[in-house]
């Protein structure tokens, strides 16, 4: 998986509890991306970052906030979970530049009860 | 909004057979259209790409057909096999939006033996 790790892997919360996933790489790659999939939704974009210390809203932002202090760590944090966040979160990264690949993390499979 | 539409959803295709995914784009400003390929369990990981100056890629069994004008670009995985079934993803990107890829909604594809 490209030197990309994801903490925890498996997570059940109760609703309402702040709970944070962490991703991890060891390429050095400037761009860093957290995504949701869920069974009809695809993959879609929550926050990304571009930057240590730059990030911006992906489509489905609301609910999250992110915080990146270091090239290699990029952390997604649900304020209050919701049962609608019940869902597995991928971590991706990339070089930056156009055509770039993304590389995956082996995803967080999260539970909100 | 979709800006990329992936069909079919799912798809059935006896071992040997040809698998065709079609996606449809809406934005012209798209200059790069990867296909990732997800194993259960598994993060996306990067199949084939093309860029628009070209109208085939072929890696394999696997080609990327490209129709700039119709706007659409389809997968073809010749002598289909049990081991590619799996979810496959087309998405499209541009230099202007700060290295986000939009994504289709993925095809699941089973290989009969």
């Known amino acids: 998986d490209a030197g990309i790790t994801q903490s925890p892997r498996h997570k059940v919360t109760e609703t309402g509890t702040p709970v944070t996933l962490r991703c991890h790489q060891t390429?050095?790659?400037?761009?860093m991306y957290w995504y949701r999939q869920d069974p009809g939704h695809g993959l879609r974009l929550i926050h990304y970052?571009?930057?240590?210390?730059?990030?911006d809203k992906g489509e489905v932002s609301d609910g999250y906030s992110v915080s990146r202090s270091k090239t290699e760590d990029f952390l997604l944090t649900l304020e209050s979970a919701t049962s609608s966040q019940t869902s597995v979160y991928f971590c991706?990264?990339?070089?930056?530049?156009?055509?770039?690949?993304?590389?995956f993390g082996p995803g967080t499979r999260l539970l909100v009860l | 909004q979709q800006q990329v539409k992936q069909s079919p959803q799912s798809l059935i295709v006896q071992k040997g057979g040809i698998s065709i995914i079609n996606c449809a784009y809406e934005n012209t400003a798209f200059d790069y259209f990867p296909w990732y390929q997800q194993f259960p369990g598994k993060g996306p990981a990067l199949l084939i790409a093309?860029?628009?100056d070209v109208s085939e890629k072929k890696e394999g069994r696997f080609t990327i057909s490209f129709n700039k004008s119709a706007k659409q670009f389809s997968l073809h995985i010749m002598d289909s096999q049990p081991g590619d079934s799996a979810t496959y993803f087309c998405?499209?990107?541009?230099?202007?939006?700060?290295?986000?890829?939009?994504w289709g909604l993925g095809t699941s594809l089973a290989v009969n033996p």
């Open positions: 093309i860029r628009p």
């Open positions: 390429e050095n790659h400037r761009y």
């Open positions: 991706a990264i990339s070089e930056g530049g156009l055509g770039e690949t993304q590389y």
């Open positions: 970052s571009y930057g240590v210390k730059d990030t």
């Open positions: 998405a499209g990107e541009n230099a202007g939006n700060n290295r986000k890829l939009i």
